[in-house]
């Protein structure tokens, strides 16, 4: 038997009480969201897990999946919805990421945000790095891509030392600039890879939780 504390995430866009099962055992039935979070004590012999998540409200089944416990003390197990009304997906490891170069780090984005910005069903994100490595006046533009509403975007390199910054813009023909993600938003990404969504605070600002 081996013990082990799950610290349990739910990001989601609706509001819901979660039910989390871990093989068949109730681990928690008042698991709230838009933002929930929770730490459990679980006790297990074999570290491949099937998680089931269930909305209470509704009795809609979200999510039904596969999570290996890591020999570890603590085991993160992080849920996110995409989209309104749609199902839950499993946060975890990247398969088959190569890995970063040398003093990088590789990031990976979503946008799911309910806000007044939701009109946008893609935006466009630049990312931006310091040319040097070591300072904050010589960011340039190293990256841009296209992000679908509920879409995780592929991995994307940024500086170990000095993070990435992100400028967000309207992808409707006016390049209207929506909010930037500044590179102390994302301090505490991992040395390898991290996931972050994106959320408009308003239709100039916008900020970032970490995932992964």
Do not use: C, H
């Amino acid at each position: 038997m081996s013990y082990t504390t799950v610290a349990l995430n739910a990001v989601t866009i609706d509001s819901l009480r979660l039910i989390v099962s871990d093989n068949g055992t109730v681990l928690t039935d008042t698991l709230y969201t838009p933002q929930g979070y929770q730490l459990l004590q679980v006790k297990y012999t074999e570290p491949r897990r099937r998680y089931r998540v269930t909305d209470m409200y509704s009795n809609s089944l979200l999510l039904d999946t596969v999570v290996s416990y890591k020999t570890v003390s603590l085991n993160a197990v992080t849920f996110f919805q995409p989209m309104a009304g749609g199902k839950l997906v499993w946060i975890g490891p990247p398969v088959n990421e190569p890995a970063p170069a040398e003093g990088k780090i590789k990031l990976s984005v979503v946008y799911a945000s309910p806000f007044t910005t939701s009109a946008y069903d893609e935006i466009k994100v630049v990312v931006e790095n310091s040319k040097t490595g070591n300072s904050a006046n010589d960011y340039e533009a190293t990256d841009s891509f296209y992000l679908k509403r509920g879409d995780f975007s592929p991995f994307f390199s940024g500086g170990g030392t000095r993070k990435p910054r992100l400028r967000l813009y309207a992808n409707d023909g006016s390049d209207i600039l929506l909010g930037t993600i500044n590179p102390a938003a994302l301090s505490e990404a991992n040395a390898d890879y991290s996931i972050y969504y994106i959320s408009f605070n308003s239709a100039t600002s916008a900020s970032v939780t970490k995932l992964y």
